[in-house]
């Protein structure tokens, strides 16, 4: 049990293919509160999308199986509850955005149909009362509700997106989980589709979990920050203790490839190398083939998360005394 609104423990989710076993989730912690925001950064492949896939239970098995861990929503741990009891908090108590609007409504009902159903399925109310419903629902986003009757392709990208967005928040959910929701729309659209987002998250004091790889909509967006390497989060904060004092060096690596407008820099300063291949995890600290204070212990042992202050953790052996700090090369 845990009275955390979410609390995520030592999760592990493994994919098991004839090429191998992607080790893509390795014991994540996490905490969100209610009506907080959390952004999940981190590169395509981080383990990401697989970290929200496990909350709603949505892992494709096979390939997919949670390995290991807990996931408490409201104190009961989702991996307890049966099918029927998790069909209960999908939709109506968690809600979750897919970052192609295209890809996430159906192309042969209307948009009022669409936002209507899910009332519908979730709410004890007549037909009547969906439908009148759905349009509330697209005026909340922005659209004239006299359009619920128009097809998605009659709609742009951005006005597709908050279409979804109103679907999720169709039944008022607790938790909204957002995956790269504004990735496949343009900057100016991106923006107008975050702040709707901000704007309703605060007017139901809905939770959101919101995965994306880029900084600045976490910065928009969120209150904390949990940075993922190789499906581990290396470092987890407030905005403020991140953007100010970022602690991990793959953190202060993605700092260092953004282009900073106040500094003039001959050129940025991208982190070396890649990402490891999933299926064949570096020992020790994921990080150390790219890291340039990795030392031998990092490569031999794990390390565990140190708390450098209130809400400021890291996963490195630079905070317990074990590792000193290189000069940076430019
Ligand atoms: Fe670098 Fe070692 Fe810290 Fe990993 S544990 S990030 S390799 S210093």
């Given at each position: 049990m845990s009275n955390e609104f979410l609390k995520i423990e030592n999760l592990h989710i493994h994919y098991v293919t004839q090429e191998g076993t992607?080790?893509?989730?390795?014991?994540?912690?996490?905490?969100?509160?209610?009506?907080?925001?959390?952004?999940?950064?981190?590169?395509?492949?981080?383990?990401?999308?697989?970290?929200?896939?496990?909350?709603?239970?949505?892992?494709?098995?096979?390939?997919?199986?949670?390995?290991?861990?807990?996931?408490?929503?409201?104190?009961?741990?989702?991996?307890?509850?049966?099918?029927?009891?998790?069909?209960?908090?999908?939709?109506?108590k968690v809600s979750m955005i897919f970052q192609d609007p295209m890809t996430s409504l159906n192309p042969v009902m209307t948009v009022g149909e669409q936002i209507a159903e899910v009332i519908e399925i979730h709410e004890d109310v007549t037909s009547a009362e969906a439908k009148e419903k759905s349009k509330e629902m697209l005026e909340l986003v922005g659209i004239?509700?006299?359009?619920?009757?128009?097809?998605?392709?009659?709609?742009?990208?951005?006005?597709?997106?908050?279409?979804?967005?109103?679907?999720?928040?169709?039944?008022s959910p607790e938790l909204l989980i957002a995956d790269e929701p504004t990735t496949a729309l343009d900057v100016t659209i991106q923006a107008q589709v975050?702040?709707?987002?901000?704007?309703?998250?605060?007017?139901?004091n809905t939770a959101m979990l919101l995965i994306?790889?880029?900084?600045?909509?976490?910065?928009?967006?969120?209150?904390?920050?949990?940075?993922?390497?190789?499906?581990?989060?290396?470092?987890?904060a407030t905005i403020e203790n991140l953007f100010t004092d970022p602690k991990h060096p793959y953190t202060v690596g993605l700092f260092g490839s953004i282009p900073n407008l106040e500094e003039e820099v001959d050129r940025l300063n991208p982190i070396k190398g890649l990402m490891p291949d999933p299926t064949e995890l570096p020992s020790g600290c994921k990080f150390h083939p790219r890291c340039p204070h990795a030392e031998a212990i990092c490569a031999e042992k794990q390390p565990g998360d140190t708390d450098v202050k209130e809400n400021h953790r890291v996963r490195c052996f630079l905070y317990t005394g074990e590792v000193e700090r290189k000069e940076e090369e430019k």
């Open positions: 992607v080790k893509a989730v390795n014991g994540i912690n996490l905490e969100l509160e209610k009506g907080e925001s959390l952004g999940l950064v981190g590169e395509t492949g981080a383990g990401k999308t697989t970290t929200a896939l496990g909350v709603l239970r949505l892992i494709p098995d096979p390939p997919g199986k949670i390995i290991d861990g807990n996931i408490y929503f409201e104190g009961k741990d989702v991996l307890d509850l049966t099918e029927e009891e998790m069909r209960k908090i999908r939709g109506n004239a509700g006299n359009r619920s009757n128009e097809y998605p392709h009659q709609f742009s990208g951005g006005m597709k997106q908050r279409v979804v967005i109103a679907i999720a928040l169709a039944c975050l702040d709707l987002m901000k704007n309703l998250k605060e007017e139901f994306t790889h880029d900084l600045g909509v976490v910065a928009e967006a969120c209150d904390k920050v949990a940075i993922m390497y190789a499906g581990e989060i290396v470092e987890f």
